[in-house]
C-alpha cells in the first residue's frame, strides 16, 4: 500500500466517523507538520560528539577525524564541534561525548555535569602530555616564552587536566601516555594513530609516481619536524648528519615544516632542502620523494608519550624509518625488518650509513613497513575495537516513542518508567511523534525529549519501546535497535467504535511478525494478548507515588464532594453514565466536581467546578478536595484514578472493568456499581455517605491496597521488564589500560 493510498483511506475514515470539520483539522495540522519539519532546524541524534579543543590541524585530523572514520567504518554515526560553540542543548542528542584536548570552561563544566545526570558517558582524548605542569615544565622550548605567553600556555595545560579529571574515561594513542592518565582517570583506552582512507589514496598515488620515476644516484634523507618542540630531537643527530653530508657527496638532507636549520650546515647548504609546513594532502607526495626517513627522539617521559605518527606515514609510500629507540617506535617497531631503531648516537651513524650503502636493505625494511601499516594502521581496519571500547561502557540506553507528551495516565505510567530506568543508570529518551521537545520534569527528575518531527536519527538505541499502536511503526522501520519492545497499556482496537479503519490497523500491532517484546502494567492485557494472540508477555504491576497522593481525612458529616473523572470525547471513558447518575442527586447534599486532560463537559452536564488539565503533580490535591470517586469506564488497561483516591483517604464508586478488578474489591477497598445500573450506582453512593462502618472499612482497606503499590516495592519489577542488566558491560573496573590494535 503506498503513502498516497494510506492518506486516502485515513481521509475517508476520519469524514465518516469524525464528521467533515474533524477532517479539516486533521488536514491542516498534518500540513502544518510537513511545512514544520522543511523550515525548522533538524537535529541530528547520533551516537558520539567530539569536542575538539585543538587548534592546531595535524593532532585534530589524527584524533578526530581519523577516529570518527574509525566509528563510521563500524557503524557509530558521529558529529564533531568546536569546543567554543558547545551548547547544553546537545546532550540530548548523543550517547556519548569525546573531548579532545579541551582546556576547560563554565559551559564544558555545566555540559559534563548534565551528561552524568542523564547517564551518557564523557570521554577525554589526549595525544601528548600537555595534562600537568610537572610534565611540560622541562620543554626547553617554553624558555623562549615571554612571560605572558607562558602564563597562557600553563594556565591552558591547568584547565585541560580540570577537564581529565571530570571525564569517566581517557582514550589515548600510546602505552606511556596510557600510563601517566591512569592517575587521574580509572580506565584508560589506547587507540594508536592510523591513516585515514585519503591518506592511504593520497599514498598510493604518490607511491605509483615514485615507483615510474628513473633511478638516479641521489639519496634523500628526510626529516618532517611536527613543531618548533623538536628543534631539541634534530640537534641530538646534528654531528651524524653533519659526518654523512660529508662522507657521502649523493647524501641530501630535505627538512620539512617548523625547524630552525642549524647553522653548522651553512657548507652543505648546496645539499640541503626545505620545505615550508605544508597541507597535510602534499605530505606523501613529499615522503616519497625522500629515501631514508628520520625520526630521532630525546628520552624523556614526555617523547616517550609521542605516537609513531613519522613512521607510519612514511610506511605508507615504502620509505624505511630510522628513529631513536624510545616510546611507541619501541614499541611498534621491528629492529631490523620494519624499521630501524637506535639507542645512541654511534648507533644513528652506524646504521644510517648501512641504509645509505644498501639499497636492498632500505627496500626490505620499506616493503615490510608498507605491509604491515597496510594491515594494521589504516582506519578501516582498526576501527572495530574502539567500537567495541565505547558501545561496552556506554550506558545502555533505551527510547520511549510517544504520541505526544500530553498529559495523561499512560504517559505518566512511561515518565514513571523513566525516571526508574534513569535512576538505574540507562540513557533514557522520549521520542514524541508530534513536535513536542522540550525536556519533562517533574519531581522525579528530568527526562531528555525528542521531536520526530525535529529529529533525524541516526543513533543507535540498546532498546526501543512503542507505547500505543501508532508508535509501533517507528520501532519497526528505524534499523538500528537492538530489543524492540512494546508496552501494551489498553486493548487499543476498542479505542474507535466499529467500522472504524483505526480498529484494524491498531489491532494488527498485536499480531506483530516484526520480533516485538510485548510488555504490560496490566494482568488483564497479558491475559488477552496470550488468550487471543499467543503473544507472551513480560508483566510488572503498576504502581504509585506515595509521596504526592497523601491521606487526608475526610469529614462525611456536611457537603459531599464526588469527583468525575475521564476525558469526555472518549466514548470509552463512558463519561456521560457518571453524569448521568450524579444529575439524579440531590445538590443541596451533593457537589459535583469534573477532571480532565482533554474532553470538556457537554452542555447537559450538571457540575459546580470543573479542572482541565491539572499538572500532574497537582491532582492530588483535586482528589484530596473529594470524598468519593465516580468512575464508569467501559475500557482501562489500568485504571490510576480509583488508586490514586484511595491513597488520598477518599471512596471509590467504579464499574468494574478489565484495567481495575486486578485491584479493586467490592465492599473491601471500593464499592463496584453494574455498568449501565444507574440506579445502582445512586443507591451506592447514598449507602456510603449513611454507613460509617463500611466507610471506614473501604478507607483503611483502599489505604492497604495503595501502599502495596509503592513504586518503591515495584522498581526491580520495572527493571527486569525490560530486560536491563546493570551488569552488562564489561569494561567498567577502575585502574584498566586496555588497547586496540598492534598500530
Known amino acids: 500500500m503506498t503513502q498516497i493510498d494510506i492518506l486516502l483511506k485515513k481521509s475517508i475514515s476520519t469524514i465518516k466517523y469524525d464528521g467533515v470539520g474533524s477532517f479539516i483539522k486533521k488536514s491542516f495540522d498534518y500540513t502544518k507538520r510537513k511545512a514544520l519539519r522543511k523550515k525548522i532546524h533538524i537535529q541530528c541524534y547520533k551516537d558520539i560528539l567530539f569536542i575538539n579543543g585543538c587548534t592546531l590541524p595535524h593532532p585534530t585530523r589524527y584524533r578526530v577525524d581519523h577516529q570518527i572514520e ?116 580509572p580506565t584508560v583506552f589506547i587507540n594508536r594513530n592510523v591513516a585515514s582512507e585519503k591518506m592511504v589514496e593520497l599514498s598510493q598515488l604518490a607511491l605509483k609516481a615514485k615507483e615510474e620515476e628513473k633511478n638516479n644516484d641521489k639519496i634523500i634523507l628526510g626529516y618532517f619536524s611536527g613543531s618548533i618542540t623538536h628543534n631539541d630531537d634534530f640537534n641530538m643527530i646534528l654531528p651524524v648528519m653533519k659526518n654523512v653530508l660529508k662522507k657521502y657527496s649523493n647524501v641530501y638532507l630535505k627538512i620539512v615544516g617548523i625547524l630552525d636549520v642549524p647553522s653548522e650546515f651553512v657548507e652543505f647548504k648546496e645539499k640541503i632542502i626545505t620545505e615550508k609546513f605544508m597541507d597535510w594532502t602534499k605530505l606523501p607526495e613529499l615522503i616519497a620523494g625522500v629515501d631514508i626517513n628520520l625520526a630521532p627522539l630525546e628520552e624523556s617521559i614526555f617523547n616517550e608519550a609521542k605516537s609513531e605518527n613519522k613512521w607510519v606515514e612514511a610506511a605508507l609510500v615504502k620509505v624505511p624509518t630510522i628513529a631513536s629507540n624510545v616510546g611507541a617506535f619501541a614499541e611498534l617497531i621491528k629492529h631490523g625488518e620494519n624499521g630501524v631503531l637506535c639507542n645512541s648516537v654511534e648507533e644513528w651513524e652506524m646504521y644510517l650509513e648501512k641504509l645509505i650503502e644498501e639499497e636492498q636493505y632500505r627496500n626490505n625494511i620499506g616493503n615490510k613497513a608498507f605491509q604491515f601499516v597496510m594491515e594494521n594502521c589504516i582506519t578501516s581496519y582498526t576501527g572495530y575495537k574502539l567500537f567495541d571500547f565505547l558501545h561496552s561502557v556506554l550506558s545502555e540506553n533505551i527510547a520511549f516513542v510517544l504520541p505526544s507528551t500530553q498529559i495523561s495516565g499512560g504517559v505518566n505510567v512511561v515518565i514513571k518508567h523513566c525516571n526508574i530506568l534513569r535512576d538505574a543508570g540507562k540513557d533514557v529518551t522520549i521520542i514524541s511523534m508530534n513536535e513536542d521537545h522540550s ?208 491513597a488520598t483517604g477518599g471512596i471509590a464508586v467504579v464499574s468494574p472493568n478489565g484495567g481495575n478488578v486486578e485491584y479493586l474489591k467490592d465492599k473491601e477497598n471500593c464499592l463496584l456499581y453494574e455498568q449501565g445500573n444507574i440506579n445502582q450506582a445512586i443507591q451506592l453512593i447514598k449507602e456510603i455517605c449513611e454507613n460509617e462502618i463500611l466507610r471506614r472499612k473501604l478507607i483503611i482497606n483502599g489505604l492497604d491496597t495503595a501502599k502495596s503499590r509503592d513504586w518503591k516495592l515495584i522498581t526491580n519489577e520495572i527493571l527486569e521488564l525490560y530486560q536491563m542488566n546493570p551488569d552488562q558491560n564489561s569494561l567498567r573496573e577502575g585502574g584498566k589500560v586496555f588497547e586496540n590494535q598492534k598500530c
Not at 551548547?87 to 559534563?112: A, H, N, Q, S, W
Request: aromatic fraction near 18%; hydrophobic fraction near 35%.
Open 439 to 646: 525536556n519533562l520534569k517533574n519531581m522525579d527528575g528530568e527526562i531528555n525529549v525528542v521531536s520526530y518531527h525535529r529529529t533525524s536519527f541516526h543513533v543507535s538505541f540498546d532498546n526501543c519501546v512503542a507505547t500505543l499502536w501508532s508508535t509501533v511503526d517507528f520501532i519497526n522501520k528505524y534499523p538500528k535497535i537492538r530489543n524492540k519492545f512494546y508496552l501494551v497499556q489498553n486493548f487499543e482496537t476498542n479505542f474507535y467504535e466499529y467500522g472504524h479503519i483505526f480498529r484494524v490497523w491498531a489491532n494488527l500491532t498485536y499480531n506483530s511478525f516484526n520480533d516485538l517484546q510485548y510488555i504490560t502494567i496490566s494482568k488483564w492485557c497479558e491475559d488477552w494478548l496470550k488468550n487471543k494472540f499467543n503473544k507472551n508477555s513480560g508483566f510488572a504491576r503498576n504502581g504509585i507515588d506515595l509521596g504526592l497522593f497523601k491521606y487526608v481525612e475526610r469529614d462525611f458529616n456536611g457537603k459531599i464532594r464526588i469527583l468525575v473523572e475521564g476525558n469526555s470525547n472518549d466514548h470509552y471513558k463512558n463519561v456521560d453514565e457518571s453524569f448521568k447518575i450524579t444529575n439524579q442527586l440531590d445538590r443541596n447534599k451533593f457537589e459535583i466536581w469534573y477532571l480532565s486532560y482533554n474532553g470538556k463537559p457537554k452542555e447537559w452536564y450538571k457540575i459546580d467546578r470543573f479542572f482541565h488539565k491539572v499538572p500532574y503533580q497537582e491532582v492530588c490535591q483535586t482528589y484530596q478536595d473529594c470524598h468519593i470517586l465516580l468512575k464508569s469506564s467501559i475500557l482501562e488497561s489500568f485504571s490510576y484514578p480509583p488508586l490514586e483516591m484511595m
Open 70 to 185: 574509525q566509528l563510521h567504518f563500524n557503524g557509530y554515526s558521529c558529529d564533531v564541534v568546536y569546543y567554543e560553540n558547545l551548547e547544553l542543548e546537545m546532550v540530548k542528542y548523543y550517547r556519548g561525548f569525546v573531548f579532545f584536548r579541551c582546556p576547560y570552561t563554565d559551559i564544558i563544566g555545566d555540559f559534563i555535569e548534565r551528561a552524568k545526570y542523564f547517564n551518557k558517558k564523557v570521554f577525554f582524548d589526549i595525544d601528548d602530555l600537555v595534562i600537568d605542569y610537572k610534565y611540560v615544565k622541562d620543554i626547553k622550548y617554553l624558555e623562549t616564552m615571554t612571560r605572558r605567553d607562558y602564563e597562557m600556555y600553563m594556565d591552558g595545560v591547568e584547565r585541560t587536566k580540570k577537564t581529565l579529571s571530570l571525564c569517566d574515561y581517557a582514550i589515548t594513542t600510546t602505552s606511556r601516555l596510557a600510563n601517566e592518565l591512569s592517575s587521574y582517570v
